[in-house]
């Protein structure tokens, strides 16, 4: 199975959630890939739209190698087995997290152009990405959701490894996976669109959202 692009991925993951419509839910992406997914989903929901920022702590000289992740409210969550085997020592550690502190700040300041976090407590959130390898950093985002009291937290994601999608679903209410091909490959492989997306598409998106928002209210 192979998405056309983002889009087209969001449209078919909203197909999958469709009895939340109107239900009151809240749609968190992660970004940048997660937006134009979670703007189809909002969309067809008829659910307000905004961005919850998860930053991988990548491994130096190994970016794409997590051992760790932290996410928006200040949660840091990390990958023992990694810092155990690489030997990473404290120093490292605090300066990859200092680094990528301040890139998630930046992205939240500069994705909601000044409004606040959206107070999601006491309501059902669904949490979006363009899909998931490792799952570390959706699994920092929901430890980070889970501390702003939610009344239900949903993972949806158009594509994932099926171990993945198991390993994740003790952690929250539901779990949605369009497609868990074997061998997996990436995520970037099952899309024939995967380019990446820009801080201006991603405040676009939220801008259109935000204004869909305000002509339903």
Known sequence: MIFADRADAGRRLAEKLSHYKDAGVHVLALPRGGVPVAFEVARALRAPLDVFVVRKL?????????????????????????????????????????????ELERREAAYRDGSPAPDVAGRPVILIDDGLATGASMYAAIVALRARLPSKVIVAVPVAPADTCTSLTQYVDEMVCVATPEPFRGVGAWYH???????EEVRAMLRRARDVAEHHA
């Not at 669109?193 to 801080?199: A, G, L, N």
């Open 193 to 199: 669109d995967f380019r990446q997306v820009s801080d």
């Open 58 to 102: 990548g491994v130096p000289g190994h970016e794409e190698l997590a051992m760790g992740a932290i996410a928006s409210g200040g949660v840091r969550v990390l990958n023992e087995e990694t810092l155990a085997q690489l030997r990473i020592d404290d120093a490292t550690l605090v300066a990859v997290t200092q680094a990528e502190r301040e």
